[in-house]
């Protein structure tokens, strides 16, 4: 649906995402992988797996790698998604994002397979469906995975978020060729460092978060999963509807610092079954 469609009432209840029941705690060696509690073992994991198409490790045998990946090839909860625009319900009960970002330590860690900004302490919260999650840590995907209308664009951040009882919601964000990302100017000198050094860990100092820019109050909200092994389902997804900008230079500057043999790091998307994808936009029509 686009701009012109009339935001509705909010749906009957059996017809909108409910996502209490859905959402399972996190295992811990999901928030192994996730978080990067333990280098040695980001590192060993992540170069199990590759994006790689048709090879033996890549995205297609990554549930038959481990079997407690199975599900990247049993789950029907997959994530990436192609967000069509004729399947989109807009809606206005989702309500705002409410974020409480606050700046914190972080360091920059090599995965192995991306460049993930971790906050060693406080950095803050969103709330979602009256839950608070923590920001944890922040990485990049090139090109983006999640697409619009089968349009992929040139990078994708990942904001990834905990709860208290280890349930985890991820903000997603896509950007196309164009000016400069802030963001990605703020932490430039610790990524070139990266790119001239084996070290995989990069204490940065600290960064606020709330450089990293919405520019929109508008977004879409599913349920879906991890978008690397062990693809765990039942994620909350939150994808921004404005696509903001990035330079070829500062892509290929993320790339670069990782030190793989790829040059993409993308899962394909993956099918979205019988879910619902829901664009929230507030009801007063001169906001964002």
């Known amino acids: 649906m686009d701009d012109n469609n009339r935001v509705r ?18 295992e811990v060696n999901e928030r192994n992988i996730l978080m990067g509690l333990t280098r040695a073992q980001e590192v060993d994991d992540e170069s199990e797996f590759s994006y790689v198409e048709d090879s033996e490790n890549g995205p297609a045998n990554w549930g038959k790698i481990k079997p407690e990946w199975k599900m ?59 839950t608070k999650y923590q920001l944890k840590q922040a990485h990049w995907h090139s090109p983006s995975e999640h697409t619009l209308n089968d349009k992929r664009f040139d990078m994708e951040v ?20 164009g000016r400069p990302d802030s963001f990605l100017s703020v932490i430039k000198q610790e990524l070139e460092a990266l790119v001239d050094t084996p070290n995989v860990e990069r204490a940065v100092g600290i960064i606020d978060p709330k450089l990293i820019k919405f520019g929109s109050r508008k977004y879409y909200r599913y349920i879906g999963s991890l978008t690397v092994p062990p693809c765990t389902q039942n994620i909350i997804w939150t994808i921004l509807r404005k696509v903001r900008t990035v330079t070829r230079k500062q892509v290929k500057l993320i790339r670069a610092a990782v030190h793989d043999a ?8 993956q ?14 029509h001169e906001e964002n």
């Open 9 to 26: 009432d909010p749906p009957p209840a059996d017809m909108r995402i409910n996502l209490a029941p859905m959402v399972q705690p996190v």
């Open 271 to 284: 099918p979205i079954n019988k879910r619902s994808v829901e664009l929230y936009r507030p009801r007063n």
């Open 262 to 269: 790829s040059e993409t790091n993308a899962r394909p998307i």
């Open 158 to 177: 990942h904001l990834v978020h905990e709860s208290m009882d280890n349930k985890t919601a991820v903000l997603g964000i896509m950007y196309k060729i």
């Open 72 to 130: 990247c090839n049993s789950g029907t909860m997959q994530s990436p998604i192609d967000i069509l625009k004729e399947r989109v319900e807009v809606v206005s009960h989702l309500g705002r994002l409410h974020r409480d970002y606050k700046p914190s330590n972080a360091t920059l860690i090599n995965r192995g397979h991306d460049m993930m900004l971790r906050w060693e302490g406080g950095a803050g919260s969103i709330h979602i469906n009256g």
